[in-house]
Nanobody, 120 residues
Framework: QVHLVESGGGLVQPGGSLKLSCTVS????????MGWYRQAPGDLRDLVATIDSTGRTNYADSVKDRFTISRDNAKKTVYLQMNSLKPEDTAVYLC??????????????WGQGTLVTVSS
């Protein structure tokens, strides 16, 4: 069974930084892409950033120049470095991975989410 293990959320003051990590757990043959989405109370789930198997990245306009996504293929882990955090960044951050299972099938997996709160 494939699942995602997230860590790194918490409370931070405006202007501060946090780093999220997400690791794929389970037997897989490969990873197409990994990424982060976020959902604030009453809002839809929005893309934050993704990174594909070639290292190509995609960011929401609201986080460009403040957030950086990276991955360690050997560790099957994706990171999200968040700098210059704003109160509007407050949300549950969910990790997403699109993988190839050990049986050669495409599978999309979501983490349970980690809460990021930006407040003074």
């Amino acid at each position: 069974q494939v699942h995602l293990v997230e860590s790194g959320g918490g409370l931070v003051q405006p202007g501060g930084s946090l780093k999220l990590s997400c690791t794929v757990s389970g037997n897989i043959s490969g990873i197409y892409s990994m990424g982060w989405y976020r959902q604030a109370p009453g809002d839809l789930r929005d893309l934050v950033a993704t990174i594909d198997s070639t290292g190509r990245t995609n960011y929401a306009d609201s986080v460009k120049d403040r957030f950086t996504i990276s991955r360690d293929n050997a560790k099957k882990t994706v990171y999200l470095q968040m700098n210059s955090l704003k109160p509007e960044d407050t949300a549950v951050y969910l990790c997403n991975a699109r993988v190839i299972t050990q049986w050669g099938r495409y599978l999309e997996v979501w983490g349970q989410g980690t809460l990021v709160t930006v407040s003074s």
